[in-house]
T-cell receptor
């Protein structure tokens, strides 16, 4: 059974810092991995989608990497801003299924 | 529509009552998903539709939960004899139906059973 773990559960950093959020999964037979952002009381906003054949994806200040063989993905946020404060979730899609399996998220606070 | 729309945004109901939650996916999206999110946790899969049919309902917790998508667009999640443990945020997502494309989520319905 696939399990997705995100570390740390919570992170507080001063504005301007570069930071890395971690996601690990136990079964490497994934089709793709998606990073989401969730603001309090809101739904999920898709940030980046990485196919299993890809190593990384970039969007603005965000860079997501994927090491499928070791079961790891990282989300790198450059020059963090208070507006980046939110919960960040990673989710994997298995080869044989359309459903997403989520981690519990990392709650990020960027202090002004 | 521009995005996935869910109604109502909040629903408070008494234990034992029946509730319906509605999801209006992005126009043209053939795949639709329901997830449930408890406080402090990631969303958990409930059911997946491809068109009108439920392709995977393995996440529905028991037979009190049922979902339909009669015309391949709007979907309704139905919960009978609600229990306090059903309280959660119910999220709907849609995608174009290709397995390598992004899923787009609605804002969710916060269900509280008192």
């Amino acid at each position: 059974k696939q399990e997705v773990t995100q570390i740390p559960a919570a992170l507080s950093v001063p504005e301007g810092e570069n930071l890395v959020l971690n996601c690990s999964f136990t079964d490497s037979a994934i089709y793709n991995l998606q990073w989401f952002r969730q603001d309090p009381g809101k739904g999920l906003t898709s940030l980046l989608l990485i196919q299993s054949s890809q190593r990384e994806q970039t969007s603005g200040r965000l860079n997501a990497s994927l090491d499928k063989s070791s079961g790891r993905s990282t989300l790198y946020i450059a020059a963090s801003q208070p507006g980046d404060s939110a919960t960040y979730l990673c989710a994997v899609r298995m080869d044989s299924s359309y459903k997403l399996i989520f981690g519990s998220g990392t709650r990020l606070l960027v202090r002004p | 529509g521009a995005g996935v729309s869910q109604t109502p945004s909040n629903k408070v109901t008494e234990k034992g009552k029946y509730v319906e939650l509605r999801c209006d996916p992005i126009s043209g999206h053939t795949a639709l998903y329901w997830y449930r999110q408890s406080l402090g946790q990631g969303p958990e899969f409930l059911i997946y539709f491809q068109g009108t049919g439920a392709a995977d309902d393995s996440g529905l917790p028991n037979d009190r939960f049922f979902a339909v998508r009669p015309e391949g667009s709007v979907s309704t999640l139905k919960i009978q004899r609600t229990e306090r443990g059903d309280s959660a945020v119910y999220l709907c997502a849609s995608s174009s139906g290709q397995v390598n494309t992004e899923a787009f989520f609605g804002q969710g319905t916060r269900l509280t059973v008192v």
